[in-house]
Protein backbone atom coordinates (compact mmCIF):
# COMPACT_ATOMS: atom_id res chain seq x y z
CA UNK A 1 0.00 0.00 0.00
CA UNK A 2 1.39 3.30 -0.72
CA UNK A 3 1.35 6.23 2.07
CA UNK A 4 1.87 9.99 2.09
CA UNK A 5 3.85 11.32 4.67
CA UNK A 6 6.28 13.59 5.96
CA UNK A 7 9.59 12.37 6.51
CA UNK A 8 12.74 14.05 8.36
CA UNK A 9 16.06 13.58 6.60
CA UNK A 10 17.61 16.22 8.32
CA UNK A 11 17.74 19.93 10.49
CA UNK A 12 15.25 21.44 8.15
CA UNK A 13 14.94 18.86 6.10
CA UNK A 14 11.57 17.91 6.18
CA UNK A 15 9.55 16.53 2.56
CA UNK A 16 6.36 15.37 2.00
CA UNK A 17 6.39 12.10 -0.19
CA UNK A 18 4.71 9.08 -1.10
CA UNK A 19 5.77 5.77 -1.33
CA UNK A 20 5.01 2.08 -0.96
CA UNK A 21 5.10 0.76 2.66
CA UNK A 22 5.92 -2.80 3.25
CA UNK A 23 3.39 -5.93 3.62
CA UNK A 24 2.85 -5.95 7.43
CA UNK A 25 4.62 -8.86 9.58
CA UNK A 26 2.67 -11.01 11.59
CA UNK A 27 3.64 -8.80 14.54
CA UNK A 28 2.96 -5.53 12.63
CA UNK A 29 -0.45 -3.71 12.16
CA UNK A 30 -1.67 -1.62 9.53
CA UNK A 31 -3.29 1.45 10.29
CA UNK A 32 -5.36 4.41 8.82
CA UNK A 33 -4.16 8.03 10.29
CA UNK A 34 -7.22 10.52 10.40
CA UNK A 35 -5.89 13.13 12.20
CA UNK A 36 -2.52 14.65 13.94
CA UNK A 37 -1.58 17.35 16.13
CA UNK A 38 1.67 19.21 15.62
CA UNK A 39 3.53 19.34 18.90
CA UNK A 40 6.56 22.19 18.90
CA UNK A 41 8.59 18.79 20.10
CA UNK A 42 8.40 18.11 16.27
CA UNK A 43 9.38 21.45 15.98
CA UNK A 44 12.45 20.79 17.76
CA UNK A 45 13.20 17.69 16.01
CA UNK A 46 13.11 19.55 12.52
CA UNK A 47 15.87 22.07 14.35
CA UNK A 48 18.22 19.30 15.49
CA UNK A 49 17.72 16.34 13.30
CA UNK A 50 19.99 13.94 13.57
CA UNK A 51 21.46 15.61 17.25
CA UNK A 52 17.85 15.10 18.50
CA UNK A 53 18.21 12.33 21.36
CA UNK A 54 15.13 10.35 19.99
CA UNK A 55 16.64 9.49 16.19
CA UNK A 56 17.73 5.76 16.06
CA UNK A 57 19.32 6.12 12.95
CA UNK A 58 21.06 8.41 10.48
CA UNK A 59 18.32 9.85 8.54
CA UNK A 60 19.34 10.99 5.55
CA UNK A 61 19.35 6.82 4.55
CA UNK A 62 16.79 6.18 7.03
CA UNK A 63 13.86 9.25 6.77
CA UNK A 64 11.75 9.01 9.88
CA UNK A 65 7.92 9.95 9.68
CA UNK A 66 7.11 12.80 11.89
CA UNK A 67 4.55 13.46 14.48
CA UNK A 68 3.34 12.02 17.51
CA UNK A 69 0.23 12.94 18.66
CA UNK A 70 -2.58 10.93 16.14
CA UNK A 71 -5.75 9.36 16.34
CA UNK A 72 -7.12 6.75 13.21
CA UNK A 73 -8.24 3.25 12.82
CA UNK A 74 -6.81 -0.15 12.48
CA UNK A 75 -6.68 -1.46 8.93
CA UNK A 76 -5.37 -5.02 8.98
CA UNK A 77 -4.47 -6.64 12.18
CA UNK A 78 -1.44 -9.20 12.28
CA UNK A 79 -1.91 -12.39 12.97
CA UNK A 80 -0.26 -12.39 16.66
CA UNK A 81 -3.03 -9.28 17.58
CA UNK A 82 -5.89 -11.00 16.21
CA UNK A 83 -7.16 -11.79 19.52
CA UNK A 84 -6.63 -8.07 20.69
CA UNK A 85 -7.09 -5.62 17.88
CA UNK A 86 -9.77 -5.70 15.09
CA UNK A 87 -10.03 -3.58 12.01
CA UNK A 88 -12.10 -0.23 12.04
CA UNK A 89 -11.33 -0.04 15.83
CA UNK A 90 -10.12 4.03 16.57
CA UNK A 91 -6.84 4.29 18.29
CA UNK A 92 -4.35 6.49 20.18
CA UNK A 93 -0.77 6.21 20.20
CA UNK A 94 1.64 6.74 23.97
CA UNK A 95 4.59 7.61 21.85
CA UNK A 96 7.15 7.11 25.35
CA UNK A 97 7.26 3.58 24.57
CA UNK A 98 10.47 3.06 26.60
CA UNK A 99 11.17 0.21 24.73
CA UNK A 100 13.78 -1.71 25.25
CA UNK A 101 16.91 -2.05 22.71
CA UNK A 102 19.04 -5.00 21.96
CA UNK A 103 21.27 -4.03 24.81
CA UNK A 104 17.64 -4.75 27.10
CA UNK A 105 18.03 -1.02 28.44
CA UNK A 106 14.99 0.80 27.64
CA UNK A 107 15.41 3.71 24.82
CA UNK A 108 13.98 7.01 23.79
CA UNK A 109 12.72 5.73 20.44
CA UNK A 110 9.27 6.64 19.85
CA UNK A 111 6.67 7.31 16.99
CA UNK A 112 7.09 10.37 15.08
CA UNK A 113 11.06 10.62 16.07
CA UNK A 114 12.85 6.93 15.58
CA UNK A 115 10.68 5.20 13.01
CA UNK A 116 10.57 4.55 9.21
CA UNK A 117 7.15 3.79 9.21
CA UNK A 118 4.96 5.34 11.88
CA UNK A 119 4.36 8.60 12.73
CA UNK A 120 1.37 11.28 12.88
CA UNK A 121 1.79 12.84 9.49
CA UNK A 122 1.02 9.93 7.23
CA UNK A 123 -2.37 8.66 5.73
CA UNK A 124 -1.14 5.19 6.20
CA UNK A 125 1.45 3.63 8.71
CA UNK A 126 2.77 0.25 10.18
CA UNK A 127 2.33 -0.21 13.81
CA UNK A 128 5.42 -1.71 15.14
CA UNK A 129 5.31 -4.80 17.36
CA UNK A 130 6.89 -3.04 20.63
CA UNK A 131 3.86 0.04 20.55
CA UNK A 132 1.63 -3.32 21.14
CA UNK A 133 4.25 -5.24 23.53
CA UNK A 134 4.20 -1.94 25.77
CA UNK A 135 0.63 -1.79 26.02
CA UNK A 136 0.98 1.79 24.07
CA UNK A 137 -1.51 0.68 20.95
CA UNK A 138 -4.66 2.31 23.14
CA UNK A 139 -8.38 1.97 22.20
CA UNK A 140 -10.01 5.34 21.73
CA UNK A 141 -13.85 4.92 21.65
CA UNK A 142 -14.92 9.16 21.38
CA UNK A 143 -17.14 9.95 19.16
CA UNK A 144 -14.09 12.40 16.97
CA UNK A 145 -10.65 11.82 16.09
CA UNK A 146 -9.26 15.00 17.20
CA UNK A 147 -9.72 14.61 20.41
CA UNK A 148 -7.93 11.32 20.36
CA UNK A 149 -4.82 13.50 19.11
CA UNK A 150 -5.48 15.87 22.20
CA UNK A 151 -5.05 13.18 24.50
CA UNK A 152 -0.97 13.21 24.38
CA UNK A 153 -1.21 16.91 25.33
CA UNK A 154 -3.99 16.44 27.46
CA UNK A 155 -1.82 13.18 29.28
CA UNK A 156 0.72 16.10 30.02
CA UNK A 157 -1.81 18.22 32.02
CA UNK A 158 -3.14 14.86 33.89
CA UNK A 159 0.61 14.05 34.16
CA UNK A 160 1.22 17.25 35.93
CA UNK A 161 -1.21 17.33 38.20
CA UNK A 162 -0.59 13.63 39.66
CA UNK A 163 3.27 15.16 40.21
CA UNK A 164 2.34 17.48 42.48
CA UNK A 165 2.46 15.91 46.09
CA UNK A 166 1.78 17.28 50.19
CA UNK A 167 3.30 15.91 53.13
CA UNK A 168 2.31 14.23 56.78
CA UNK A 169 3.55 15.92 59.88
CA UNK A 170 5.62 14.10 61.39
CA UNK A 171 5.95 11.40 58.56
CA UNK A 172 7.72 10.71 55.50
CA UNK A 173 4.71 9.94 53.96
CA UNK A 174 3.92 11.84 50.80
CA UNK A 175 0.56 12.26 49.56
CA UNK A 176 0.69 12.71 45.42
CA UNK A 177 -1.88 14.94 43.91
CA UNK A 178 -2.98 18.48 44.48
CA UNK A 179 -4.60 19.27 48.01
CA UNK A 180 -8.51 17.64 47.83
CA UNK A 181 -10.36 20.81 48.34
CA UNK A 182 -7.45 23.14 48.82
CA UNK A 183 -6.79 26.32 47.06
CA UNK A 184 -4.89 25.91 43.47
CA UNK A 185 -3.14 28.83 41.64
CA UNK A 186 -2.49 28.31 37.71
CA UNK A 187 -0.02 31.70 36.62
CA UNK A 188 -0.15 33.10 33.34
CA UNK A 189 -2.44 30.41 32.05
CA UNK A 190 -5.34 31.45 29.82
CA UNK A 191 -3.47 30.11 26.73
CA UNK A 192 -4.53 26.49 25.32
CA UNK A 193 -2.62 24.38 28.20
CA UNK A 194 -3.44 26.29 30.50
CA UNK A 195 -6.85 25.77 29.59
CA UNK A 196 -6.98 22.13 30.06
CA UNK A 197 -5.41 22.80 33.32
CA UNK A 198 -8.43 24.81 34.34
CA UNK A 199 -10.65 22.15 32.45
CA UNK A 200 -8.92 18.99 34.22
CA UNK A 201 -8.85 20.47 37.90
CA UNK A 202 -12.75 21.61 37.51
CA UNK A 203 -13.80 17.71 36.51
CA UNK A 204 -11.25 15.66 37.99
CA UNK A 205 -12.06 13.34 40.77
CA UNK A 206 -9.47 15.21 42.84
CA UNK A 207 -11.14 18.58 43.35
CA UNK A 208 -10.02 21.83 44.86
CA UNK A 209 -12.01 24.43 46.26
CA UNK A 210 -10.73 27.83 44.76
CA UNK A 211 -8.84 28.02 41.39
CA UNK A 212 -7.22 31.19 40.67
CA UNK A 213 -6.11 31.56 36.63
CA UNK A 214 -4.12 34.75 36.55
CA UNK A 215 -3.12 36.26 33.31
CA UNK A 216 -1.88 39.67 31.51
CA UNK A 217 -4.28 40.28 29.15
CA UNK A 218 -8.03 41.25 29.37
CA UNK A 219 -9.07 39.39 26.34
CA UNK A 220 -7.93 36.04 26.87
CA UNK A 221 -9.30 35.80 29.99
CA UNK A 222 -12.52 37.28 28.67
CA UNK A 223 -12.14 34.20 26.35
CA UNK A 224 -10.92 31.83 28.74
CA UNK A 225 -13.88 32.87 31.19
CA UNK A 226 -16.32 32.53 28.06
CA UNK A 227 -15.08 28.90 27.72
CA UNK A 228 -14.94 27.79 31.53
CA UNK A 229 -17.07 30.00 33.43
CA UNK A 230 -17.13 30.52 37.36
CA UNK A 231 -20.70 29.73 36.74
CA UNK A 232 -20.14 26.03 35.33
CA UNK A 233 -17.18 25.59 37.92
CA UNK A 234 -19.65 26.52 40.50
CA UNK A 235 -21.92 23.21 39.50
CA UNK A 236 -19.08 21.12 40.20
CA UNK A 237 -18.14 22.66 43.64
CA UNK A 238 -15.38 24.79 42.60
CA UNK A 239 -14.90 28.44 43.01
CA UNK A 240 -13.16 29.99 39.80
CA UNK A 241 -11.83 33.42 39.76
CA UNK A 242 -10.30 34.92 36.56
CA UNK A 243 -7.46 37.71 37.42
CA UNK A 244 -5.33 40.26 35.06
CA UNK A 245 -2.23 41.09 37.26
CA UNK A 246 -0.67 43.47 34.48
CA UNK A 247 -0.98 46.91 36.78
CA UNK A 248 -0.87 45.06 40.79
CA UNK A 249 1.78 47.20 42.08
CA UNK A 250 1.28 43.90 44.83
CA UNK A 251 -0.36 40.87 42.76
CA UNK A 252 0.97 38.16 45.57
CA UNK A 253 -0.99 40.75 48.13
CA UNK A 254 -3.83 40.93 46.17
CA UNK A 255 -4.31 37.20 45.10
CA UNK A 256 -3.54 36.66 48.85
CA UNK A 257 -6.85 38.72 49.30
CA UNK A 258 -8.64 36.93 46.81
CA UNK A 259 -7.66 33.39 49.09
CA UNK A 260 -9.70 34.62 52.25
CA UNK A 261 -5.73 36.27 53.27
CA UNK A 262 -4.30 32.96 53.42
CA UNK A 263 -1.43 31.75 50.79
CA UNK A 264 -2.17 28.76 48.28
CA UNK A 265 -1.57 25.25 48.30
CA UNK A 266 -0.66 24.61 44.92
CA UNK A 267 0.80 26.71 41.96
CA UNK A 268 1.31 25.97 38.24
CA UNK A 269 3.30 28.05 36.39
CA UNK A 270 2.53 28.05 32.91
CA UNK A 271 4.69 30.44 31.53
CA UNK A 272 8.95 30.74 31.44
CA UNK A 273 9.22 34.13 32.49
CA UNK A 274 11.02 35.39 35.73
CA UNK A 275 8.62 37.22 37.59
CA UNK A 276 6.13 34.59 37.05
CA UNK A 277 7.63 31.87 39.00
CA UNK A 278 9.17 34.50 41.40
CA UNK A 279 5.17 34.99 41.84
CA UNK A 280 4.52 31.51 42.81
CA UNK A 281 7.24 31.07 44.93
CA UNK A 282 5.36 34.04 46.95
CA UNK A 283 1.86 32.63 46.71
CA UNK A 284 3.33 29.04 48.29
CA UNK A 285 1.88 28.18 51.83
CA UNK A 286 2.57 25.70 54.22
CA UNK A 287 3.64 22.48 52.59
CA UNK A 288 2.75 24.71 49.08
CA UNK A 289 3.95 22.78 46.12
CA UNK A 290 4.67 24.67 43.16
CA UNK A 291 4.56 23.09 39.38
CA UNK A 292 6.83 24.64 37.04
CA UNK A 293 4.96 23.29 34.08
CA UNK A 294 6.28 26.00 31.27
CA UNK A 295 9.38 24.59 29.31
CA UNK A 296 12.15 27.04 28.97
CA UNK A 297 13.80 26.90 25.37
CA UNK A 298 16.92 28.39 27.33
CA UNK A 299 19.02 25.84 28.73
CA UNK A 300 19.96 28.75 30.96
CA UNK A 301 16.86 29.86 32.37
CA UNK A 302 16.71 30.56 36.44
CA UNK A 303 15.07 32.70 38.96
CA UNK A 304 14.95 33.44 42.83
CA UNK A 305 13.32 30.52 44.98
CA UNK A 306 12.90 31.27 48.81
CA UNK A 307 14.96 28.35 49.99
CA UNK A 308 14.65 29.58 53.72
CA UNK A 309 10.88 28.61 53.02
CA UNK A 310 12.21 25.18 51.79
CA UNK A 311 13.34 24.37 54.94
CA UNK A 312 11.29 25.91 57.07
CA UNK A 313 7.95 26.00 55.61
CA UNK A 314 8.38 22.37 53.70
CA UNK A 315 8.10 24.06 49.90
CA UNK A 316 7.83 21.70 47.35
CA UNK A 317 8.85 22.08 43.57
CA UNK A 318 8.18 20.02 40.49
CA UNK A 319 8.50 19.93 37.05
CA UNK A 320 7.40 17.40 34.71
CA UNK A 321 7.52 16.78 30.79
CA UNK A 322 5.06 14.64 29.71
CA UNK A 323 2.27 12.19 30.79
CA UNK A 324 2.91 8.41 31.10
CA UNK A 325 0.67 5.65 29.75
CA UNK A 326 -1.90 6.02 33.00
CA UNK A 327 -2.04 9.48 32.25
CA UNK A 328 -2.89 9.04 28.62
CA UNK A 329 -5.51 6.03 29.42
CA UNK A 330 -7.43 8.41 31.86
CA UNK A 331 -7.33 11.45 29.54
CA UNK A 332 -8.60 9.19 27.43
CA UNK A 333 -11.47 7.79 29.45
CA UNK A 334 -12.76 11.55 30.31
CA UNK A 335 -13.14 12.76 27.18
CA UNK A 336 -15.07 9.10 25.93
CA UNK A 337 -17.21 9.86 28.90
CA UNK A 338 -17.67 13.88 28.29
CA UNK A 339 -15.74 14.79 31.27
CA UNK A 340 -13.24 16.46 29.50
CA UNK A 341 -13.46 18.92 26.46
CA UNK A 342 -10.08 20.31 25.57
CA UNK A 343 -11.58 21.82 22.13
CA UNK A 344 -9.74 25.30 22.87
CA UNK A 345 -6.30 23.77 22.48
CA UNK A 346 -6.65 23.62 18.65
CA UNK A 347 -6.29 27.05 17.14
CA UNK A 348 -5.63 25.92 13.51
CA UNK A 349 -6.36 23.37 11.03
CA UNK A 350 -5.17 22.39 7.68
CA UNK A 351 -4.04 19.27 5.37
CA UNK A 352 -0.89 17.16 5.15
CA UNK A 353 0.27 19.51 2.99
CA UNK A 354 0.89 22.07 5.68
CA UNK A 355 2.74 20.19 7.76
CA UNK A 356 6.18 20.94 6.50
CA UNK A 357 5.73 25.02 6.79
CA UNK A 358 3.87 24.55 9.74
CA UNK A 359 6.07 22.35 11.90
CA UNK A 360 9.29 24.44 11.16
CA UNK A 361 7.98 28.13 11.46
CA UNK A 362 5.82 26.60 14.30
CA UNK A 363 7.08 29.05 16.99
CA UNK A 364 6.31 31.96 15.29
CA UNK A 365 2.88 31.20 14.72
CA UNK A 366 0.55 32.10 17.89
CA UNK A 367 -2.07 30.14 19.17
CA UNK A 368 -2.59 26.92 20.42
CA UNK A 369 -2.36 23.57 18.53
CA UNK A 370 -1.88 23.05 14.65
CA UNK A 371 -4.51 20.42 14.23
CA UNK A 372 -4.12 18.81 10.62
CA UNK A 373 -6.22 15.93 8.83
CA UNK A 374 -3.71 13.83 7.00
CA UNK A 375 -5.99 12.76 4.37
CA UNK A 376 -7.33 16.53 3.23
CA UNK A 377 -5.24 19.55 0.84
CA UNK A 378 -5.72 22.22 3.07
CA UNK A 379 -3.46 25.60 3.87
CA UNK A 380 -2.77 26.08 7.82
CA UNK A 381 -5.79 28.09 9.12
CA UNK A 382 -6.83 29.89 11.94
CA UNK A 383 -10.39 29.39 13.26
CA UNK A 384 -10.96 32.93 13.55
CA UNK A 385 -10.25 33.41 10.06
CA UNK A 386 -12.45 30.87 8.89
CA UNK A 387 -15.03 34.23 7.81
CA UNK A 388 -12.00 35.86 6.01
CA UNK A 389 -12.00 32.52 3.74
CA UNK A 390 -15.35 33.39 2.44
CA UNK A 391 -13.33 35.35 -0.48
CA UNK A 392 -12.40 32.80 -1.60
CA UNK A 393 -14.23 31.57 -5.03
CA UNK A 394 -16.22 28.84 -5.92
CA UNK A 395 -16.38 25.68 -3.45
CA UNK A 396 -13.65 27.00 -1.64
CA UNK A 397 -15.55 30.13 -0.03
CA UNK A 398 -18.79 27.86 0.59
CA UNK A 399 -16.45 25.42 2.68
CA UNK A 400 -14.88 27.96 4.55
CA UNK A 401 -18.51 29.46 5.02
CA UNK A 402 -20.08 26.98 6.45
CA UNK A 403 -17.26 25.96 8.63
CA UNK A 404 -17.38 29.38 10.13
CA UNK A 405 -20.50 29.14 10.40
CA UNK A 406 -20.41 25.73 12.68
CA UNK A 407 -17.76 26.55 14.86
CA UNK A 408 -19.11 30.29 15.26
CA UNK A 409 -22.31 28.52 16.68
CA UNK A 410 -20.02 26.79 19.02
CA UNK A 411 -18.15 29.55 20.78
CA UNK A 412 -15.30 29.83 18.17
CA UNK A 413 -14.13 26.26 19.36
CA UNK A 414 -13.26 23.20 17.29
CA UNK A 415 -15.89 20.50 17.34
CA UNK A 416 -17.05 17.04 15.91
CA UNK A 417 -19.68 18.64 13.84
CA UNK A 418 -17.17 20.80 12.25
CA UNK A 419 -14.06 17.90 12.27
CA UNK A 420 -17.48 15.97 10.08
CA UNK A 421 -17.82 18.52 7.93
CA UNK A 422 -14.27 18.87 6.68
CA UNK A 423 -13.80 15.05 6.59
CA UNK A 424 -16.75 15.10 4.43
CA UNK A 425 -15.75 18.04 2.12
CA UNK A 426 -12.28 18.75 2.42
CA UNK A 427 -10.37 18.18 -1.27
CA UNK A 428 -8.14 15.29 -0.54
CA UNK A 429 -4.34 15.54 -0.24
Known amino acids: MKTKAVRIYGQNDLRLEEFELPHIKDDEILAKVVSDSICMSSHKLA ?3 NKHKRVREDLAGAPAIIGHEFCGELVEIGARWKD ?11 PALNAPGPDGKATLWAPGYSYRFIGGDATYIIIPKEVMEMGCLLEY ?7 G ?3 EPISCIVGAYHAQYHTRSGSYVHDMGIAEGGSLALLASAGPMGLGAVDYAIHCDRKPGLILVTDIDDARLGR ?3 IFSPEDAAKQGVR ?3 VNTKDMADPAARLKEINAGRLFNDVFVFAPVRPVVELADKLLGSDGCLNFFAGPTDSSFSSLFNFYNVHYESHHLVGTSGGNTGD ?3 SIAMMSAGKLNPSALVTHVGGLNAVVETTIGLDKIPGGKKLIYTHKNLPLTAIDDFAEKRNEKGEAASFWKTLGE ?12 AEDYLLKNAPEI
Open 84 to 94: QFKGGDKFAIQ
Open 240 to 242: LVY
Open 406 to 417: ITGKNNRLWCKE
Open 328 to 330: LKE
Open 47 to 49: MQG
Open 149 to 151: SLS
Open 141 to 147: KADSFYL
Open 224 to 226: AAS
